[in-house]
């Protein structure tokens, strides 16, 4: 009897979103404006990774989301929270206590942040990123996210007056609100990003439309002269 026939090993398919091989570890390259946009870089036809600092209750999610629906090029957007979030059973909630736990969860919804917005980037599709990023806790730092996307990330803080956020944090519900001692506590460590170098928007009197044509006007200066982090 003859030995079974042999069928060649076929080799595993490379790891594809379907058109464009995923992107490698290293990170995003700094962000330069076409040359017709030399001397006035137009931040809404540029892809662009985008980082929205700022404390709970500044605006950053209805700002993002806004301010990706209605740009000329596709655009994501993609919240630390949402991403920390899909941990359902055994979700560690910062609320509850900064611990280890909540650290991992913390880092690993980070490090996915990150892999998904250079998976955009290598699609051509520009991604908006939001995050409470505290500007004296290293965990919590931009560190992480230089690491993860790399230096072509723009961040820029969004920073309303402490009344205002205590009033947004108000109309949240659930997990995402907060109590005010803890929104006026991190109000105020949001403060040292003065005098940080990266770019501040007070947003206390400006709605979302308004909110994110500043932000169109600051990414245009940060393309062109992009700041040191």
């Not at 599709?125 to 409470?132: K, P, Q, V």
Request: charged share 20%; net charge neutral; glycine share 10%.
């Amino acid at each position: 009897m003859p030995p079974p026939a042999q069928h060649p090993s076929v080799p595993p398919a490379p790891d594809t979103t379907g058109h464009v091989p995923l992107p490698p570890g290293g990170p995003v390259g700094t962000p330069t404006a076409p040359p017709a946009a030399a001397t006035a870089p137009d931040p809404t036809a540029t892809t662009l990774a985008v980082l929205l600092i700022g404390p709970a209750g500044a605006g950053k999610t209805s700002v993002a989301k806004y301010w990706a629906d209605h740009r000329r090029v596709p655009t994501a957007h993609i919240s630390l929270d949402d991403v920390r979030e899909w941990v359902r059973s055994g979700f560690a909630d910062p609320q509850s206590g900064w611990n280890d736990n909540s650290e991992a969860q913390y880092r690993l919804a980070r490090r996915t942040c990150g892999f998904a917005a250079r998976n955009f980037l290598a699609n051509g599709i520009s991604c908006i990123l939001d995050d409470a990023v505290f500007p004296d806790r290293p965990v919590v730092g931009l560190g992480g996210w230089k690491r993860h996307v790399g230096p072509g990330l723009l961040p820029v803080v969004l920073l309303p007056g402490l009344d205002i956020v205590l009033e947004r944090n108000a109309e949240r519900t659930g997990n995402r609100r907060l109590t005010d001692e803890e929104v006026a506590r991190i109000h105020g460590r949001m403060a040292g990003w003065y005098g940080s170098g990266l770019p501040i928007i007070d947003n206390s009197q400006l709605d979302i439309p308004a909110t994110a044509r500043v932000l169109d006007e600051v990414l245009a200066r940060a393309i062109a002269s992009p700041p040191s982090w």
